[in-house]
């Protein structure tokens, strides 16, 4: 009784100590990015930078009190930048401030009772335990990459951006991994709300207080959704230890903020400031897991192929800042190879995937295709909360015969079907029969959940934008006659 009187002080004053350090990302992102998009995604890219730091730190063999002066530093300069502009930018807009205190007491019930149960359920054995927080423990402790074998066998090798920030959670409570997980949570929950605030900073004045209060009913409805979402009866996506929520959120994030730049802002050429905190944020996929370089190249294959098609001009105007974009995320994409080259360590595939075994998938078409078609259906049902909303906005964003806008959403979701289709087609039979497969499937389709949530956003803007558009217009004529 006691010793557990003991551990819940620990972890009360440690999450105290996370309410105290929460400042400390936006300082930092202040200094470094200074993208102006707002307090929620400003708080993301800087606790990414912060994780980014520690990987290429510990990479270079480089002392942990080396990590945390660079860390001060920033922070400091940060804080003075802030701070010298907080008279003209704080409560600038006060129906946004009560805005965002309302969807915060909103979602305080379930953000509780999400960390009770983190605390009341300890991390399981597995891979979350034996990969991540094996990680994690790694940077806690400072081991050198070269020096760190993992308990599985050693994965030296693979993406620990994850584990990073799982490590800067641990290291505010004294090595307790509840705090990693508690910040796992808040990640989430900045990603949704600093994604709607965003979206809808520029078009609150269009709507009634009932239809706003929709939108937040939707955000809340999305929240608990991603909250309570489980890859199996006891693993809950966000907070077991894995890594498939940060893979699948943060690329997400990253398009659906380069969409709505392009559809709601009123300048046609972006801002060099949010080039490179978009080129951060993507190329931040391929340090979390492997599958975040296939994120990437989905969704700029994507915008790509949109943006030659709709929106030439956009492409035209951009040009140095797109190409400064793509050189941007190429350089985060290898940073972890960079760290293994600079370490001796040998580069290894991280899966037993292959362009050979893709080209010739054909072969196993007749005889794969039944099982594989039948995880996708699984797979959708498991997330048809998410899939449902995103299917009825299409239509009714469809039937204003806007086919442009909804490509958008599209591309990429037929892209990332296309891949599982053709990497899981081409596996070879013993990773294609093992028990593990039908779960290997699911996770990866799961991380198309947060796109699913980030574009309906959009979209119910989209159709909100233009019904208010024609009731305008209707009573302009009216006025006319």
Request: with cysteine; proline share 2%.
């Amino acid at each position: 009784m006691t010793s557990n009187l003991i551990m819940n002080s620990h972890i009360l004053t440690s999450l105290l100590f996370v309410f105290f350090f929460l400042p400390v990302p936006i300082f930092i992102e202040r200094a470094v990015f200074h993208s102006k998009f707002n307090i929620y995604i400003n708080w993301i890219l800087g606790i990414l930078f912060i994780g980014f730091l520690a990987v290429i730190m510990n990479g270079l063999s480089l002392q942990k009190k080396d990590f945390f002066i660079v860390i001060i530093l920033l922070s400091f300069l940060g804080m003075l930048f802030i701070v010298k502009n907080f008279k003209i930018n704080f409560l600038k807009d006060k129906n946004i401030l009560i805005e965002n205190i309302f969807i915060i007491l909103l979602f305080l019930p379930t953000f509780l009772a999400v960390v009770i149960h983190i605390i009341q359920f300890p991390l399981e054995q597995g891979d979350a335990f034996a990969y991540w927080y094996a990680k994690a423990k790694s940077f806690y402790y400072w081991v050198l990459p070269s020096q760190f074998l993992n308990l599985d066998g050693g994965t030296t090798h693979y993406p620990n951006l994850g584990s990073a920030v799982w490590f800067l959670g641990m290291q505010l409570s004294h090595g307790n991994e509840i705090i990693g997980r508690v910040l796992f949570v808040l990640i989430v929950f900045s990603c949704t709300i600093g994604f709607y605030e965003m979206i809808t900073r520029n078009n609150r004045h269009r709507y009634g207080i009932y239809t706003r209060f929709l939108l937040i009913l939707l955000v809340i409805y999305y929240l608990n959704y991603m909250m309570n979402a489980k890859l199996s009866p006891t693993q809950f996506n966000i907070y077991n230890g894995l890594m498939d929520w940060f893979v699948g959120i943060i690329p997400a994030l990253s398009y659906c903020i380069l969409g709505s730049i392009i559809f709601f802002s009123e300048q046609s050429k972006i801002s060099i400031n949010k080039v490179m905190s978009l080129a951060f944020l993507f190329g931040a996929a391929a340090l979390i897991k492997a599958e975040g370089s296939v994120h990437i190249l989905t969704y700029l294959v994507s915008v790509s192929m949109w943006l030659i098609f709709y929106y030439s001009d956009f492409i035209r105007i951009n040009k140095l800042n797109i190409l400064l974009f793509f050189i941007l995320i190429l350089f985060l994409s290898s940073v972890t190879y960079l760290n293994l080259f600079i370490n001796d360590i040998e580069i290894k595939r991280f899966h037993e995937f292959s362009i050979d075994g893709i080209l010739n998938s054909y072969k196993h078409f007749g005889e794969r295709i039944y099982t594989i078609l039948n995880l996708f259906l699984i797979s959708i049902k498991k997330s048809i909360m998410v899939i449902l909303p995103f299917i009825l906005l299409i239509l009714l964003n469809l039937i204003k015969k806007d086919l442009s806008k909804i490509v958008l959403f599209l591309i990429p979701i037929i892209l990332y079907h296309l891949y599982l289709m053709l990497v899981f087609m081409s596996v070879d039979d013993k990773l294609f029969y093992q028990g593990s497969f039908n779960s290997s499937f699911v996770r990866l389709y799961h991380q198309l959940d947060y796109f699913y949530i980030f574009s309906s956003m959009i979209l119910t803007l989209l159709f909100l934008n233009e019904e208010k558009n024609k009731d305008t217009n209707q009573v302009q004529n009216e006025i006319v006659r």
